[in-house]
């Protein structure tokens, strides 16, 4: 079964740090990995996937088949990165139906 | 462009009242739809898929029900509502981005539930 777990239900860090924002999945097959956020009174929106290897308002994130995870990183955070940022698995391989499991999230505050 | 609208904004439902949540999607046709809850501290829940009109898949067992009466339309319903039913509810579409063929999903705006 498919399983995301996001082991930091609050990360704080302080303006300029280096943060990484950390998540792990279950998958027994190809999985495709996701991060979201949702920044304050905003609807939840896609922040990167990991099939297109890109980088988002500095985030990057790299899959790790070995150590099934998909950490979220930036090296100097904002205080506009404070947000909820949720990790997640779709069931990869083409599925026709894209269902998204979700972490359980992490709420990042970035003090100035 | 795409678009994805879900009402009402925020609801304050009785216990045993009736619920129905609307999700309509514009500028796609045949979008897979789908309806999330997210609860405090529980993180997004998957409630319903749909592949189709009339095509309801349940992910979990509850107290709700969902339907998909036209292509882009998708409803949240239930005859009774539950104290445990309160919640954010968040419908989606996938669709497919231009970058790649991922599984990309796309939110709605969200609907605050409180049954009291």
């Known amino acids: 079964a498919q399983r995301v777990t996001q082991p930091e239900k609050l990360l704080s860090v302080f303006k300029g740090a280096p943060v990484e924002l950390k998540c792990n999945y279950s998958?027994?097959?190809?999985?495709?990995l996701f991060w979201y956020v949702q920044y304050s009174r905003q609807r939840l929106q896609l922040l990167l996937r990991?099939?297109s290897r890109e980088s988002i308002k500095g985030f990057t994130a790299d899959l790790n088949k070995g150590e099934t995870s998909f950490h979220l990183k930036k090296p100097f955070a904002q205080e506009e990165d404070s947000a909820m940022y949720y990790c997640?698995?779709?069931?990869?391989?083409?599925?026709?139906?894209?269902?998204?499991?979700f972490g359980r999230g992490t709420q990042l505050t970035v003090w100035p | 462009s795409q678009t994805i609208h879900q009402w009402p904004a925020t609801l304050v439902q009785p216990v045993g009242s009736p619920l129905s949540l609307e999700c309509t999607v514009e500028g796609t046709s045949n979008p897979n739809l789908y309806w999330y809850r997210q609860a405090a501290g529980r993180g997004l829940q998957l409630l319903f898929y749909s592949v189709g009109i009339g095509q309801i898949s349940s992910e979990v067992p509850q107290n709700l029900s969902a339907s998909r009466p036209q292509d882009r339309q998708f409803i949240l319903s239930s005859k009774k509502l539950l104290l445990s039913d309160s919640g954010f509810y968040l419908c989606?579409?996938?669709?497919?981005?231009?970058?790649?063929?991922?599984?990309?999903?796309?939110f709605g705006e969200g609907s605050w539930l409180t049954v009291v």
């Open positions: 997640a698995l779709s069931g990869g391989g083409g599925s026709t139906l894209g269902r998204l499991y």
């Open positions: 998958y027994s097959g190809s999985p495709e």
């Open positions: 990991h099939i």
């Open positions: 989606a579409w996938r669709g497919l981005s231009a970058a790649s063929s991922g599984n990309t999903i796309y």
